[in-house]
């Protein structure tokens, strides 16, 4: 795969929708995460925008197996990616995340971690699932701490919205499971009123849920906690 070329270091709008759900950031590497994207990238990581095409990404040769396969969006610095894969040998983790810093500390975790159930994706996670991700081609996907959007005027960047879970949901099997955190208690809410409201999602539980133990603090959720915030879990299974 090439490693992502300076002008998409800035990750582009979606052409098939304006609305980004990140905040485009352009914020140095610093010598040992450019490392690790030089060294990594070409054999652990791929370009959403540069590497994937119209058709069904390849899994099974990213791979070199064909299993469940679980997809993180919005990976971040990748810490809890890399436990929970760890921890989930016959699973492939598919991470994806906008924010290069992010791909470059995944793939570092990842290589020294000698992972081989986890590849990094640079860009639009919501692009790819468009694109490049079959229907009913997902064991679980994953959202933790989406970007919170708090003005009213932004809810419509939300990760975690009607339309998106249709799309997430179409990409799961039946018995897959979208599980998504958030600290943002109106977030919550509303992330529990869009997952309720698609016919093919059941909740595994009544309402929320507390942090499952597979699923690690994550840095994000940290800092939220940090400010007195409340989290909050969801998982969805697909029933049909
Ligand atoms: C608030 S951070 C949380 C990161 C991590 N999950 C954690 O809990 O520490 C949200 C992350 O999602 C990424 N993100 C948001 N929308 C995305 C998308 N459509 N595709 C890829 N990454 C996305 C952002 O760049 C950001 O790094």
Same mark, same amino acid.
């Given at each position: ?102 791909? &470059?500390? @995944?793939?570092? +975790?990842? =290589?020294?971690?000698? #992972?081989? !159930?986890?590849?990094? /994706?640079?860009? %639009? ?64 809410? &509303?992330? @529990?009123?869009? +997952?309720? =409201?698609?016919?093919? #999602?059941? !909740?595994?539980?009544? /309402?929320?849920? %507390? ?30």
């Amino acid at each position: 795969m090439s490693l992502p070329s300076d002008a998409f270091r800035l990750v582009a709008a979606r052409p098939h929708d304006p609305l980004r759900t990140y905040h485009p950031r352009r914020s140095s590497l610093g010598p040992d995460r450019e490392e690790d994207l030089r060294v990594h990238f070409p054999f652990l990581g791929f370009s959403v925008h540069d590497d994937t095409g119209d058709g069904p990404l390849d899994t099974t040769s990213m791979f070199g197996r064909s299993a469940p396969l679980v997809l993180e969006i919005g990976s971040g610095m990748g810490e809890t990616t890399a436990v929970m894969a760890a921890a989930d040998p016959d699973r492939d983790y598919l991470a994806v995340e906008a924010h290069l810093p992010g791909v &470059a500390s @995944l793939l570092g +975790l990842v =290589a020294r971690g000698g #992972l081989t !159930n986890v590849r990094v /994706g640079h860009g %639009d996670a919501l692009d790819l699932v468009r694109r490049a991700l079959p229907t009913e081609s997902l064991d679980a996907v994953h959202v933790f701490f989406p970007d919170p959007w708090p003005k009213a005027r932004h809810h419509k960047r939300r990760l975690v919205q009607p339309s998106h879970v249709a799309l997430l949901r179409s990409r799961l099997v039946v018995g897959g499971v979208l599980h998504c955190a958030t600290d943002w208690v109106d977030y919550a809410d &509303a992330m @529990l009123e869009a +997952l309720s =409201a698609d016919p093919f #999602l059941e !909740n595994t539980s009544t /309402g929320f849920l %507390d942090r499952p133990p597979h699923r690690p603090v994550t840095k994000f959720e940290q800092r939220g906690l940090d400010l007195g915030h409340e989290v909050r879990d969801l998982v969805f299974r697909r029933v049909r």
